[in-house]
C-alpha cells in the first residue's frame, strides 16, 4: 500500500475504481512487468512550466530532468502514481535521486532496479533477471497483485506490436517524410508510452494504414529494408529519399522528443524542413527496442531484451553509435544535424564532441544545442535553431 492518504501528498493511492500506476523515469524500462501486475506503466515526463532549479536538497551535479521531477513532486503534479521506479548504475544524478527521494519523501512508495554497468553476456543477463524478479516480489507486497504469466504474455504481444508498428513508420518517413510530421509521430509515441492501452496501439496502426495504404509495393519493400537495418544499428545502403525540404537528423540523450518538437513545429517542420529522424532515448531508442521471446523464463526474456537495446550515453558502446551515425548521415542523405547537450548532463557533454566530429568529417552542418529539460529559455533555443536553419536553407 502507498502510505499516505493526504490530499498534499505528491504520490497517492489510486482511487478503487482506477488502475494504479507506477511512473518510471529510464526509457529501458520493463513495462511488460508492470503491465504483469495488472499496473499501468507511465513514463514521467518533464513539465515546462514547473522550474526545478530551487530544490536545493539535491547534490550540485543533479541534472535538470531530475531537479524538474522533485519540483514536480513538491508541488503535487504526480498525485496520480502510485509509486515511483528509479533506475541504479546509470547516471550519477539519476543513480542518486531515489535514495535522496526516498529520504524527502517517505510516505512515497519507491522501487529500484539496478542495471548491470556492463554487458557480460549471460552474467549480466542472470544479474539483471534477479533484480526485475525483485521487482516483482516488491510491487507484489506492496499492491497485493500477483505476476500473472497470463497478464505477461498479453502485454508482450502489445507492446511488441507498439514496437513493430511505431518502427515501422519511423523507417517509412525517413525515406518519406511527408507521410506523417516529426510532431505528430511523437504525439503517437507519448501517448502509448504515458499510457500503454489497445486503444493507443490502434489509434497508430490507423495512422499507418492511412499513410502507407496508398504507397507501391516497391516503396512499402523500402520501409521494410531500412526497418531491419535500423534494428542492427547499421544502414549498409543508400536508400532514394524524398527531398522536398532540407533533410536533417537530431541526436542526443534524455531530452522529450515531445517538447523539442513543438518547438521544431513551430519552426516550420514539415514545411520548410524534415526532421526525418531522432537518435534520442525516448525517442528512436525507446521504439527500436527488439520485442520480447517467450523461449524461457519471463525475468530472463525481459533482462535479454533491456540489454539489447539501443545503448545510451551512459553504456559502453560509443564506436558502434559513431559507426550508425555516420552511415544514417551518408546513407539517409542527412543535409544538418541538431545535436542536443542536456544542461548538466556529463554523458551527453562527453559524447557531444565526437558527434559533432563524424558530421564535420562529411561535411554536413551541425548545431550543438545546450538545453534543459523543461525548456526554461525556450526563445534562445528557437533563435539558435531559427539561425542555423536559415544557415542550412541557403546552403541547400
Known amino acids: 500500500m502507498v502510505r499516505t492518504s493526504s490530499a498534499s501528498a505528491g504520490i497517492q493511492e489510486s482511487s478503487e475504481e482506477k488502475k494504479r500506476v507506477i511512473g518510471y523515469i529510464y526509457p529501458h524500462f520493463p513495462v511488460e512487468l508492470v503491465l504483469a501486475h495488472g499496473l499501468v506503466p ?3 515526463s518533464t513539465n515546462p512550466e514547473t522550474q526545478g532549479a530551487f530544490e536545493n536538497s539535491l547534490q550540485t551535479f543533479a541534472c535538470g530532468y531530475v531537479r524538474n521531477l522533485f519540483s514536480r513532486r513538491v508541488r503535487g503534479e504526480l498525485s496520480s502514481l502510485s509509486g515511483l521506479v528509479f533506475p541504479s548504475n546509470t547516471c550519477d544524478s539519476l543513480q542518486n535521486a531515489g535514495d535522496i527521494w526516498r529520504y524527502r519523501f517517505p510516505e512515497d512508495v519507491v522501487f529500484k532496479v539496478t542495471y548491470p554497468v556492463s554487458d557480460y ?4 543477463v542472470k544479474f539483471l533477471a534477479e533484480e526485475l524478479k525483485i521487482l516483482s ?3 507484489e507486497r506492496e499492491f497485493g497483485v500477483p505476476f500473472s504469466n497470463e497478464s505477461f504474455k498479453a502485454a508482450v504481444e502489445m507492446i511488441n506490436g507498439f514496437r513493430e508498428s511505431l518502427q515501422m513508420i519511423y523507417s517509412a518517413r525517413v525515406i518519406m517524410p511527408s507521410i506523417i510530421t516529426y510532431h505528430q509521430l511523437m504525439e503517437l509515441t507519448r501517448q502509448f508510452l504515458t ?3 489497445r486503444e493507443s496501439l490502434d489509434e497508430i496502426n490507423r495512422h499507418i494504414a492511412g499513410s502507407l495504404g496508398p504507397l507501391s509495393t516497391d516503396i512499402i519493400n523500402d520501409f521494410r529494408e ?3 537495418m535500423m534494428q542492427r544499428m547499421r544502414v549498409e545502403r543508400e536508400f532514394d529519399v524524398e527531398r522536398d525540404h532540407p533533410r536533417i537528423a537530431m541526436v542526443g540523450g534524455m531530452t522529450d522528443p515531445q517538447l523539442i518538437s513543438q518547438v521544431l513545429h513551430e519552426l516550420g517542420e514539415g514545411e520548410r524542413f524534415s526532421l526525418v529522424i531522432d537518435l534520442l532515448s525516448f525517442g528512436f531508442k525507446c521504439v527500436f527496442s527488439p520485442q520480447i521471446q517467450f523461449d524461457s523464463d519471463p525475468f530472463v526474456e525481459m533482462a535479454k531484451n533491456i540489454l539489447s537495446t539501443p545503448k545510451e550515453p551512459t553504456q559502453e558502446g560509443l564506436t558502434n553509435r559513431l559507426i550508425f551515425l555516420r552511415e544514417t548521415l551518408v546513407n539517409l542523405k542527412i543535409e544538418g544535424l541538431i545535436i542536443l547537450e542536456q ?9 557531444a564532441p565526437s558527434l559533432e566530429r563524424v ?12 538545453i534543459d529539460p523543461e525548456l526554461s529559455d525556450q526563445e534562445r533555443v528557437k533563435l539558435r535553431l531559427q539561425s542555423f536553419l536559415e544557415n542550412l536553407l541557403e546552403l541547400v
Open 195 to 197: 499510457e500503454p492501452t
Open 137 to 139: 516480489d516488491r510491487i
Open 343 to 351: 544542461s548538466f548532463c556529463d554523458p551527453d557533454e562527453f559524447e
Open 359 to 370: 558530421a564535420k568529417e562529411e561535411s554536413i552542418p551541425v548545431v550543438r544545442l545546450p
Open 121 to 124: 553476456g549471460k552474467a549480466s
Open 226 to 228: 531500412l526497418k531491419q
Open 42 to 44: 507511465s513514463l514521467i
